[in-house]
Nanobody, 127 residues
Framework: QVRLVESGGGSVQAGGSLRLSCAASAYTPYKFYLGWFRRGPDNKREGVASMNSDGSSTYADSVKGRFIISRDNAKNTLYLQMSSLKPEDTAMYYC?????????????????????WGHGTQVTVSS
C-alpha cells in the first residue's frame, strides 16, 4: 500500500515562497509517476506539476516559471518549490502517485491517471 503525506503548506503574502514536501511510503516503486494537484475555492482539482522516475517534468501553464517539482528517489520524497505566489494559488495541495510507468506528457496532469493520494496541505496566499 502506497502512503503519501504532504507537509509544508502555510500562509504567505503574494510574492512569497513555500516548499511543499510529500513523503512516500517505502513501498512506493521508484518507477511511479508522482504529481502535485490542487483544489481551489472553485472545488475543482487541477494538475500542477508531475515528474517521472527519469526526472522529466510537466507543468500547468498557470505555474510555469514559478513552481519547480523535484523528487529524491532515495528518500522517497517529492517536492514542490513555489515562488512568486499569487492569491490564485490558494488551494489545498495534494501529492499523488500513478502506477503507470509511462504516459504522454499531456496525460501526466490528469487526476484520473493517479491511483494514490495524500490528504493534502493548505496553501493560502494573501494579497
Amino acid at each position: 500500500q502506497v502512503r503519501l503525506v504532504e507537509s509544508g503548506g502555510g500562509s504567505v503574502q503574494a510574492g512569497g515562497s513555500l516548499r511543499l514536501s510529500c513523503a512516500a511510503s517505502a513501498y512506493t516503486p521508484y518507477k511511479f509517476y508522482l504529481g502535485w494537484f490542487r483544489r481551489g475555492p472553485d472545488n475543482k482539482r487541477e494538475g500542477v506539476a508531475s515528474m517521472n522516475s527519469d526526472g522529466s517534468s510537466t507543468y500547468a501553464d498557470s505555474v510555469k516559471g514559478r513552481f519547480i517539482i523535484s523528487r529524491d528517489n532515495a528518500k522517497n520524497t517529492l517536492y514542490l518549490q513555489m515562488s512568486s505566489l499569487k492569491p490564485e494559488d490558494t488551494a489545498m495541495y495534494y501529492c499523488a502517485a500513478s502506477t503507470l510507468t509511462w504516459m504522454p506528457a499531456s496525460a501526466t496532469l490528469l487526476e484520473a491517471n493517479y491511483d494514490y493520494w495524500g490528504h493534502g496541505t493548505q496553501v493560502t496566499v494573501s494579497s
